[in-house]
């Protein structure tokens, strides 16, 4: 059975809250807050599928506790093949839609970068944004949340991915 850690970090809580559904809804799935609770970039040796939650900030940023882990990704360059990758998190289509959800799409490129095959891109359809650097080949490449304008949405959304991941990844 593969081993999945799900990485991320929350200012409102927002992805907090889609991490500890996932961690629901994907049998023995670990929770790792990247402020609390990550160590290093040895750490994602730990697990076969990674799980990677952030929400957008600034110029479509990663939150805070994203930016040395990052970096350190970024200047490092371990090799990440073999890894299932997939992304989440929360931004606001309508204050913030010139940059809704890029987090996950700056994320991506440097994960899949780094060798990582990634899962769990969805529709953008029931989205209102100017842009997202998230948005590759028409669909976001990962889900995407919004609890300012579609709160009511996300627990439908959050296990509709979780199973699109079980499916996609063979968990």
């Not at 929400?55 to 093949?81: A, F, M």
């Not at 073999?82 to 992304?87: C, H, I, L, S, T």
Request: a negative charge; one cysteine or more.
């Amino acid at each position: 059975m593969a081993k999945i850690g799900i990485f991320f970090g929350s200012s409102s809580g927002v992805t907090r809250g889609a991490a500890e559904l996932l961690q629901e809804q994907l049998s023995g799935a670990e929770l790792i807050d990247m402020e609390e609770d990550y160590d290093g970039l040895d750490q994602f040796d730990d697990y076969d599928v990674l799980l990677i939650g952030s929400s957008t900030w600034g110029q479509g940023d990663p939150q805070r506790d994203w930016v040395d882990p990052l970096y350190e990704l970024d200047n490092d360059r371990p090799d990440l093949s073999g890894k299932k990758v997939a992304f989440f998190g929360a931004g606001d289509q309508k204050t913030h839609g010139e940059h809704f959800l890029s987090a996950l799409g700056k994320m991506h490129d440097l994960f899949v970068g780094l060798g990582a095959t990634a899962y769990g891109s969805i529709p953008t359809v029931g989205y209102e944004y100017e842009f997202s650097l998230a948005e590759k080949d028409g669909k976001f490449c990962g889900l995407g949340i919004d609890d300012v304008n579609q709160e009511d949405l996300t627990e439908e959304r959050v296990v509709s991915w979780a199973n699109q991941l079980k499916s996609e990844m063979g968990l």
